[in-house]
């Protein structure tokens, strides 16, 4: 998958041998399209505009390298919004928050309120499932758990 090949294209750009380099990439998928970051606030008001009251997939790639070794995985979430209104959609993109993000808005910020229902992993529709990279860690000796 696209997003499992970027984070680890990513996790290959750091050169340091002895560290657990950890890499992310994040898309939104709707009606087969990929919609990443707008370009512009009017391209953040027509992503909006088709996910409002729409289901769409959140896909994440995750990437754990040390040396030479790599491991990754994908998390997928089915995320539904809120039917919006144009003015709602317009002082979303006000706010300047969904300018940065994949599909023009942001779960762990005021685009929570646009958000209907997750299906799947919360942490994974903000950027990084938290549950599959504790996994990939473990994997390479590291325990986020142990006390």
Not at 48 to 71: D, F, I, Q, Y
Not at 73 to 97: Q, R
Not at 124 to 137: F, T, Y
């Amino acid at each position: 998958m696209f997003v499992e090949r970027v984070s680890r294209s990513k996790a290959s750009v750091v050169d340091d041998p002895d560290a657990v380099i950890i890499a992310a990439d994040t898309v939104v998928v709707f009606e087969g399209r990929v919609l990443g970051k707008p370009a512009h606030p009017n391209e953040a008001i027509s992503m909006l505009t088709a996910l409002a009251g729409e289901r769409h997939t959140v896909m994440t790639g995750v990437a754990v390298r040390s040396g030479e070794r790599v491991e990754s995985t994908v998390e997928m979430s089915e995320v539904t919004f809120s039917p919006l209104t144009e003015l709602e959609i317009a002082g979303y993109v006000a706010s300047g928050e969904p300018l940065d993000k994949a599909g023009s808005y942001g779960l762990g910020g005021l685009g929570a309120i646009l958000i209907e229902s997750v299906h799947g992993s919360p942490s994974n529709v903000i950027g990084l499932p938290l549950a599959p990279l504790a996994r990939l860690l473990r994997a390479f000796g590291v325990d986020l758990l142990a006390a």
